[in-house]
């Protein structure tokens, strides 16, 4: 039996590519699109842009419009102080699930390879390189607290804190005291402090919440 890959549908194709593109700025957020255009601009059928439509919008990043077409959906500052609060909550207890299960260096070292990586980034100057290593430590916290439905929540708003970082990346400071911030959560949970480990990226969730929410709001960037 082959271990190769299986190819990509059409449909993940097209999820993919309309993801990539929105990010970009490509499809601009308010902006409508009739399902025939987007499947023009993407070179395939009508179908798989409506299946790859339907998962987007379960994501936050669009709105599927019966007979009107595809909306791309707009963040505003209030849109990511809601999901803020919700990823800080979840979060901080998956900090704190992690510090109590006692994992070993091993076991976090997921977390250290993406700090060592945002550490790079800083270093370098490379803010998307940042950026990405940023997720991959929040991702890496995520899956430490095994809890299903925290993952689900986690990747229904990822998506949309990603666009949000995206247009403020270049807006804030160098972020050196969120890599400290990040540090200090590894070390709480590699000594087994559940309470330190929970408060201490509360604190720092927090804080990204004020940063980019003021950002959005001093640089007018209401819907994003």
Known sequence: MSDAPRPKSNTA???DTLREMIFAGDLMPGSTYLEAELAEILGMSRTPVREAALRLESQ????????HGVRITP???????E?????????GMCAEKAADAGHSAEEVRALEEAMAQMDAAL????REAWAAADEAFHRALILLG??????MIFDMYSDQVRRARAVTLWLRPAPSDSNAAHRAVCDAILRCDAEAAGQLHRD???QARVLI????????????
Request: proline share 4%; aromatic share 2%; glycine share 4%.
């Open 13 to 15: 194709k097209a999820q």
């Open 204 to 206: 720092h969730r927090r």
């Open 123 to 126: 270093e370098a100057e490379d």
């Open 60 to 67: 936050g990043l669009l709105e599927v419009r019966p007979r």
């Open 146 to 151: 095994h809890n299903k439905r925290a993952e």
């Open 75 to 81: 963040i505003s500052p209030e849109d990511m102080e």
């Open 213 to 224: 929410t003021d950002l959005l709001r001093r640089h007018g960037l209401r819907h994003i």
């Open 83 to 91: 999901i803020y609060e919700i990823l800080t909550e979840i979060e």
